[in-house]
């Protein structure tokens, strides 16, 4: 059985046992494959593990338990998009009318130019990426098709000028090699928020407990 092949070699080459698909736990040997499948995501099972400093059948059993539980979702190719001809980068923010999210997220599938789209917190309610050949057909995108669809309220427009930074994914290792993944629950009764969530305090609570603090 691979689970019980994924608990034998983790015992002895280091790590927590992970358990094959829904519900997988990342350990360090899980973090280390991540990290150099990040540089190389072609690398051979026997490259990767030399790379991480395990056996070929444990790198392998690791690999296909992260693609099963979906810590790996998928392979593509990073492409150059100068060279591709869509040289122009441009973020799009977008204030959506409040009954009409459906309808925006609908149009917004029809558009193929559009790389990336999140719902934010802010002035603003959306914010879109694009990557278009020239300024004019960001300007012709903006007006002639965001600015015509009924559910877009506003929109503000700013141009990427260089693309400083751009990593692949990040990892809780890049931080401290040492982090462990394994958080403990927290009390709900302590009012202590998840990891990775966020807590919302309306403005009357907010001023209130300040006042208490003064």
Known sequence: MIMTETSRNSAHEGGQAGRIGIGLELDATHLKILEVLRENGRISVAALAERVGISRANAYTRFEALRADGAIKRFTAEIDHVRAGLGITALIFVTVRQQMWRQFRA?????????????????????????????????????????????????????????????????????????????????PAGGEVPLGKMRFVGAAEGRAQLQRDL
């Open 107 to 187: 149009q917004l599938a029809q558009m193929p130019e559009v790389e990336y789209c999140a719902i934010t917190t802010g002035q603003h309610d959306a914010m879109i990426q694009v990557r278009m050949t020239d300024v004019a057909a960001v300007h012709t995108m903006v007006t002639e098709r965001l600015a015509n669809i009924p559910a877009v309220k506003a929109t503000e427009t700013v141009f990427i000028l260089d693309e400083v930074l751009k990593r692949p994914y990040v990892l809780p290792s890049d931080r401290n090699p040492a982090w462990s993944t394994r958080r403990p629950a927290p009390d």
